[in-house]
């Protein structure tokens, strides 16, 4: 017989499994990186610098806990994904929580339960992280360290605190598990709507504003580097946390001033649901900052660094930049897959829709629409941000100022283009979810 | 072609099977211009099918639909689409509002579709809404509204365009006895005022009386026409 844990595992599906075990090995490999930076700061910094030829900003004990911070904002995105990923198919496991519940589960079980569903893989997936690591401190480490800077320190080995962080992802994996399934055990459906999101948050962005302008002045070098970080974390949570009001802002506005039915769809639909898209419209945003860091830095580096030197400098920030990027089209999907399930949802309105003359394009246009509405300004405002606050760090050069609006255009461009082609990906399942056989009264 | 010149919708030996399921095996029907049509038949025996394919919504195997004089099946998804979205209305059991929308925004939403400026199609959409009782609830969104409410906003939205024919799956289905006749009177009212034809599917007899011709399907042909019979109203 099969152990009971990964019975439950496979009832809810091989694909949700694989990319619980996918999301959190990426997001275990990505925080031992970040760890196996911070233990640089053990040892004499230059030396492990020159020793392992680490790209710049990382070797640098001044700009390392930034580099750290960037790698740690890069697992939103993932962790993003995860949640997607363990909401997939709620329908379904409902129905199988139901059925369980008659057959006598309480509700203590069927939460042990999802969170065994999710939390399994999730244990696997951080344990996974570590030969991850070790693939990823072999390429962008050891490797790379010969052609330009090594991404990855290549002078941290495993350690006792490698598996602090191991705990940590699997925790985060339980805990996820143990949520949806409170969520999926609760006997009424989320039916009645969260009222709208407040821009409390925004208080946080104003502390970590307040934050970085008092610290300017300071002076001692253990100041110059908690009041930068303490700012960016402030400002970070707070956007984040503002993003879902963002977003049900943005809807209301859009809808209200719509003349085309797309948009007004559009509009009234992130206003009904502001979360998701909001916390996704978060993550682009974090990825945008990075970007936009990366734009005023490889423009002071065009600028200032003899062209012999430059690949140490820029090959590593082309990397970072395609990871970067590559985390923008993972959030444009999981908009996109969020929108056809509300889509699904709805199926037999939206195909009673298009039955009486909406064409099914204009759903895929609200749903552009939808994801670009919120998207779009977080990643020009992230890299606005993050090209100016490096840029105040380092000295506003015109070099700095011309990477800083490259990485604008970048930005913007990837995001709607990872819009335009993932709603073309998706677009089978949303006419499958709008074709007439749903409009039957069965 | 045997039609008669002044039906504006004929369907002629339309077959349509779902893998091994036949539904409609020859089914024909004229509709007038102006005249109410009720379908009835037992349970399955492919009434919503029929009504689906005379709407344009699905196409069948084998047969003719035409619209004044027009091969459905002649025309491409788009301007079947745009016939359906300027000619025909679709009234279904439930559940067919944009559940994200106010009452006035599903009504308009046709309208806007057609390149109305939003503020004629709101106008317009505010005018039927008052017309059938319900402009109280122009900025409530349907899953706050009774299913009779529902109903009206979703005949408004039928009849907003000013189509030629209405096309009716149960409309009263889900409704109990009294707001199901009221919302019965409405459509077949309303239809009458803009001299659009309806064609109405019903297992419901009362619901049949109403119409001025009844068309019974069994095993996916007509089985018999005729007559309203006593109910006919004046
Ligand atoms: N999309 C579909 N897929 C598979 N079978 C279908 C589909 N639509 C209809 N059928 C089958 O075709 C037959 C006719 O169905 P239809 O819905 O037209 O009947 P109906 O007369 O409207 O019944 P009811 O009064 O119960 O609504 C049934 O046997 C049904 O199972
Ligand atoms: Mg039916």
Known sequence: ?442 | MTDTPQSILTAHGVHKSFGRTVALRGAALEVQPGECVAITGPSGSGKSTLLHCLAGVLMPDSGVVTFRGTRLDALGVDERTRLRRSSFGLVLQFGQLVPELSALENVALPLMLEGRRRPDAAAAATQWLERLEVAQLAHTRPTAMSGGEAQRVAIARALVTSPDIVFADEPTGALDTVTGELALDVLVKATRETEAALVLVTHDNRVAAAAEREVVLRDGAIEAAGDGGPGEPT
């Open chain 1, 1 to 442: 017989m099969r152990p009971l844990p990964l019975t439950i595992v496979l009832a809810a599906g091989r694909g949700r499994a694989a990319l619980v075990v996918a999301t959190t090995a990426v997001t275990s490999a990505l925080l031992l990186v970040a760890a196996s930076m911070a233990r640089l700061g053990r040892d004499d910094a230059w030396s492990s610098y020159e020793q392992e030829h680490l790209f710049a900003p990382i070797g640098d004990a001044g700009t390392r806990p930034g580099a750290i911070l960037a790698v740690v904002l890069l697992t939103v995105p993932v962790l993003l994904l995860l949640d997607q990923a363990v909401r997939l198919g709620s329908t379904g496991r409902h129905r199988r929580y139901t059925a369980l519940s008659v057959a006598g589960a309480t509700r203590r079980d069927l939460r042990r339960w999802a969170a065994i569903e999710v939390g399994a893989p999730a244990v696997a997936g951080a344990l996974l992280g570590v030969p991850l690591w070790l693939l990823l401190r072999e390429l962008l480490g050891f490797r790379l360290a010969m052609h330009a800077g090594a991404l990855v320190p290549t002078s941290v080995g495993p350690g006792p605190w490698t598996w602090a962080i191991l705990a940590a992802v699997a925790a985060y994996g339980v805990l996820v598990g143990r949520r949806s399934g409170s969520r999926a055990t609760a006997l009424t459906g989320r039916g009645g709507e969260a009222g709208a999101p407040r821009p409390w948050p925004a208080l946080a962005v104003l502390a970590g504003a307040l934050v970085a302008i008092s610290g300017r002045g300071g002076s001692s070098s253990a100041d110059s580097l908690a009041t930068p970080i303490a700012a960016v974390l402030l400002v970070t949570l707070g956007t984040v946390g503002l993003a879902p009001w963002a977003a049900h802002a943005a809807g209301v506005r859009a809808a209200r001033r719509a003349r085309r039915a797309a948009t007004l769809i559009a509009g009234r639909r992130l206003q009904a649901d502001p979360r998701p898209a909001g916390r996704a419209a978060a993550a682009v945003g974090a990825v945008g900052l990075t970007v936009g860091v990366l734009g005023v830095f490889v423009g002071d580096v065009l600028a200032t660094t003899d062209p012999y030197d430059r690949d140490d400098y820029l090959v590593p920030a082309a990397i970072v930049a395609v990871c970067a990027l590559l985390a923008v089209v993972m959030i444009a999907l999981s908009i996109a897959v969020h929108s056809v399930e509300t889509t699904a949802q709805h199926r037999r309105e939206m195909a009673a829709l298009v039955a009486t003359g909406v064409s099914s394009s204009v759903l895929t246009g609200a749903q552009r629409t939808e994801c670009l509405l919120t998207s779009l300004p977080l990643a020009l405002a992230g890299s606005a941000a993050g090209s100016l606050g490096y840029g105040w760090l380092v000295g506003l050069s015109p070099a700095a100022y011309a990477g800083g609006a490259a990485a604008l255009l970048l930005t913007a461009s990837v995001v709607a283009g990872s819009v335009l082609v993932t709603t073309a990906l998706v677009r089978p399942w949303l006419v499958a979810a709008v074709d007439p056989g749903n409009l039957r009264t069965a």
